[in-house]
């Protein structure tokens, strides 16, 4: 008993201190994750050293994280603190000093039906609430916008069908435009996709040449950009700002440099912009008229007035002769 008594205090104590770890810990990587981010208009970032999900900005995301935060997160704590108090029990109890003689029974049929329902039960009610998420990323309301979104190795282009604005394309941005810009690299793009704020925007994903992903963190999508198959997501952001995500399947030697920038605007900046793509590019500038040829001065022979190695030829054929 006395072994038992000092094994839970030194146990007790330990636990004590990596909480305390654990919450000093948690502070300064909170402290360091809000001072990561420089630049006040980006709202949706992946950040290093974060713990959690990300923020959520769009209805299925605030859903996911419900979902995962108020179901999965406390089933699994409290199955993880059952299954670690049983071994303590079982190295407290069961050792070879205090249960010298081992018990000799094969089975317990209460224990067994007990064992087996209960995860049962739990996996339903899990289910129950899964179905149901994922019947909401189908159960989209009337868009107020259509992008199609095209993956290529190794950007993406962007279409609006209903503003008849043609593909464009976004490619990463260089360290260097990007901290001219202050934006993050490998994260950054230097095209866009634009997208009004409180309003609902269906993304059509598709790939052109192997499979890709268009996945957003902060809007809660992850879908697959298939050559040949036109998949579709759709999200609502609550607030105007800057939006990154990252091609989420690799795609060939240069994935990590697939970013997707989403930039959320009011709705008069962006019909603004889309009548900014609409204006006619501007004429370009004529080119200069070539200066006459210089004539060769008087006395001289064509063959000294001509470049170089044409008067070279010339003397050949004169010394040839």
């Given at each position: ?125 899990i289910a129950v609430f899964s179905f149901k998420l994922l019947f909401a990323y189908h159960a989209m309301p009337k868009p107020d916008l259509t992008v199609k979104a095209t993956g290529y190795q190794w950007y993406w282009g962007y279409e609006y069908p209903e503003q008849k604005i043609p593909e464009f394309t976004s490619n990463v941005l260089t360290k260097e435009d990007a901290a001219a ?141």
């Amino acid at each position: 008993m006395r072994a038992e008594a000092l094994l839970m205090r030194r146990l007790r104590g330990a636990a004590v201190a990596l909480g305390t770890a654990a919450l000093a810990a948690g502070t300064s990587v909170s402290a360091w994750a809000a001072d990561a981010v420089n630049n006040p208009d980006i709202v949706g970032q992946p950040v290093d050293g974060a713990m959690g999900l990300q923020p959520a900005h769009s209805p299925l995301k605030f859903q996911a994280i419900a979902f995962h935060d108020h179901l999965l997160l406390p089933i699994i704590t409290v199955i993880s603190l059952f299954v670690l108090a049983l071994l303590m029990i079982c190295v407290v109890r069961f050792n070879k000093r205090a249960n010298p003689v081992p018990a000799k029974w094969s089975h317990n049929t209460p224990i067994e039906i007990l064992w087996t329902t209960v995860p049962v039960l739990i996996l339903m009610v899990i289910a129950v609430f899964s179905f149901k998420l994922l019947f909401a990323y189908h159960a989209m309301p009337k868009p107020d916008l259509t992008v199609k979104a095209t993956g290529y190795q190794w950007y993406w282009g962007y279409e609006y069908p209903e503003q008849k604005i043609p593909e464009f394309t976004s490619n990463v941005l260089t360290k260097e435009d990007a901290a001219a810009r202050n934006e993050p690299y490998l994260l950054a793009a230097d095209k866009a996709m634009v997208v009004p704020v409180h309003k609902t925007v269906h993304v059509l994903v598709t790939g052109a040449d192997v499979i890709h992903d268009f996945g957003l963190p902060a809007f809660g999508i992850k879908i697959d950009a298939v050559p040949g198959r036109m998949n579709d997501a759709w999200f609502n952001a609550d607030k105007t700002g800057i939006y990154y995500g990252q091609c989420d399947q690799l795609c060939g030697v240069n994935h990590a440099f697939m970013p997707i920038e989403i930039k959320v605007v009011s709705q008069a900046d962006f019909d603004a912009w889309v009548a900014q793509q609409h204006a006619p590019a501007p004429a370009a500038t004529p080119a200069a008229a070539p200066a006459p040829a210089a004539k060769p001065a008087a006395g001289k022979s064509a063959s000294a007035a001509a470049p170089q190695h044409l008067a070279l030829n010339t003397q050949a054929s004169v010394a040839a002769r």
